[in-house]
């Protein structure tokens, strides 16, 4: 049997998908979240179809498995109406209310999750085809990322709760929300990318709106009724759509915040709506092409497995994947061997399929895409490493591991966020260093050797290119609490649970000069309790 067909055999048969799925699916989702209200749309739905297709006798069709809004410019405007109207210029109940008071109004949402986690994980699944364990680790991880962030919030509230006493004058120094905000997630994590940023947004006060990713819309329905009662009304609300919602948001310049993860294009297209844009704060995760550097010390055999894990985990869609691996000549063959060995051993099959790897993809024109960079490197004198490599069936891509490419050949420069590995050789250690000084792109890198000196030159010059070096690991943007960012193209503003919460306020202070009439002021004021900022209150 031929790769082409291998993968054809991997979709399932009419009336072979697993119950636990057709027992949920086709199923329409009209609402949506606006003003405290879920509102049923009565207007132009989307069809969304998994990437999965069904095999009937040979003919291939893709899997039905919902309907959603596409939501006009009139929805966006009033969700902007209604985020406005909460936040009230930083006067509304939310941006006012007391720490303490927001972190109870979040720990109901959080405690309502457990509740919707099978029906997202499922959509999660289906949508964008994330292999089903992998889709339950990012459900869990944002149940644990909301847990800490609170943690870090009350870390941050106890450090202020405390007069600064300087040059005569008093002072208390907190973070204040900013305004309106509006959330857009990425495809390849549409549940956890999406509440990484809107969570450490509404804790500090801001109010927001979120606007579903491209893919993977399905699955935020599930959630709506626990957004909806456990924030006061109009401090956050939901869009389902696409540009011509986002649109007139962005135009009518009542956003203070946009917090975008996705391409750096359509970033600096969605930024250049705001009529001032000084004063949108933009906090964005965009593209990345991060490199391996395998020097000639290297322990091979950790070194394949990082690189395969790094490179092809949910198909190679994670930013922080590794994009393009350079290998000292001496060891070039040794690591496309091993690396050749571990592809072959990938499992590749539908997303429901317990130890799946490699599942269909997601996005009109991608398997195109992809062939088309594996047929230029070809066309360029690059090989096709492994057996298969490059092959497709419907939206199934066999992992391609290309050698030797060179800078002429499209995949050395273009982030292909799918399972393509391209292998670089090179003899002087200058030559990855030029690469990744001259790519417009600066998330991470991955240095694999044993030698502590030659690791360390490349450290040095590496940690002002990118803003994670890995040694002897693969990229990635965990533990949550260490900073996520990158230089260039690849970011603004750092994330990580504490760093976010700074993303989303800034340092505001009341101060006074210590005159005894002020004393004794500020002293009732903090006795009775009567402001939620000018309070020493500590959370315990
Ligand atoms: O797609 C980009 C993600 O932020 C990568 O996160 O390293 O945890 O897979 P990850």
């Given amino acids: 049997m031929s790769t082409e067909q291998q993968l054809l055999a991997a979709f399932p048969v009419k009336g072979g998908l697993p119950d636990e799925y057709t027992a949920v699916i086709p199923k329409d989702y009209p609402r949506y979240l606006i003003d405290g209200e879920l ?99 990012e459900f869990d991880r944002t149940v644990e990322y909301i847990d800490n962030t609170l943690s870090a919030l009350k870390d941050l509230d106890r450090s202020c709760s405390r007069m600064v006493i300087d040059g005569g004058i008093y002072a208390q120094i907190r973070r204040a929300p900013l305004g309106p905000v509006l959330c857009m997630g990425p495809y390849n994590y549409p549940f956890n990318e999406t509440f990484a940023t809107l969570i450490p947004a509404l804790v500090m006060g801001n109010t927001v709106i979120v606007k579903t990713p491209r893919m993977g819309k399905l699955l935020l329905s599930p959630i709506l009724e626990a957004l909806r009662d456990s924030f006061p009304r109009g401090v956050v609300n939901v869009l389902f759509g696409d540009r011509r919602v986002v649109q007139p948001i962005l135009e009518a310049g009542g956003v203070n915040v946009l917090a975008f993860i996705g391409s750096s294009g359509a970033a600096d297209a969605l930024r250049l709506l705001h009529p001032h844009p000084h004063r949108l704060r933009c906090v964005l995760g965009l593209d990345a092409k991060n490199p391996a550097f395998v020097l000639e010390t290297a322990d091979m055999e950790l070194t394949a497995r990082e690189i395969l894990s790094g490179s092809l985990s949910f198909s190679g869609q994670r930013c922080t994947a590794i994009k393009i691996v350079f290998v ?14 571990g592809i072959a051993g990938l499992k590749v099959g539908m997303p429901f399929e317990a130890g799946v790897n490699i599942t269909p993809m997601p996005g009109k024109g991608k398997i195109q895409y992809l062939t088309d960079l594996v047929e230029d490197a070809v066309a360029k004198g690059a090989r096709v490493v492994n057996a298969g490599g490059g ?34 050789p090179f003899d002087d250690e200058r030559e990855p260093v030029e690469y990744q000084v001259n790519s417009k792109y600066g998330q991470q890198m991955s240095i694999f050797g044993s030698d502590p000196d030659q690791v360390a030159r490349f450290i040095d010059p590496m940690v002002n290119q990118v803003c ?73």
Avoid at 45 to 52: F, Y
């Fill in 391 to 424: 092959a497709s069936g419907r939206t199934l891509f066999h992992p391609a591991l290309l050698y030797d490419v060179k800078p002429s050949m499209r995949v050395y420069q273009e982030e292909q966020f799918g399972p393509v590995v391209p292998v670089v």
């Fill in 39 to 137: 509102l049923e749309w009565d207007g132009e739905m989307q069809d969304i179809h998994s990437p999965i297709e069904i095999n009937d006798n040979g003919e291939f069709s893709p899997l039905p498995i919902g309907r959603c809004p596409v939501l006009d410019a009139d929805a966006g405007m009033r969700a902007l109406k209604a985020a406005s109207a909460a936040y009230d210029n930083g006067m509304g109940r939310w941006p006012t209310m007391g720490v303490a008071d927001r972190i109870r109004h979040m720990e109901g949402f959080a405690a309502r999750l457990a509740g919707v986690r099978d029906e997202v994980v499922r959509l999660m699944t289906l949508e964008i085809c994330k292999p089903r364990r992998e889709s339950e680790i």
């Fill in 328 to 341: 000292h000549r001496s060891r070039a063959e040794e690591l496309l061997s091993r690396l050749d060995e």
């Fill in 468 to 540: 994670r070096v890995n040694i002897n690991s693969q990229c990635q943007r965990g533990p949550d609490t260490f900073p996520f960012t990158g230089r260039k193209d690849s970011a603004e503003s750092t994330l990580s649970v504490s760093d976010a919460l700074r993303c989303f306020s800034i340092r505001t202070l009341v101060a006074a000069k210590g005159t005894e009439g002020n004393k004794e002021l500020i002293s009732r004021i903090l006795r009775q309790r009567s402001s939620n900022f000018l309070t020493t209150d500590y959370i315990l």
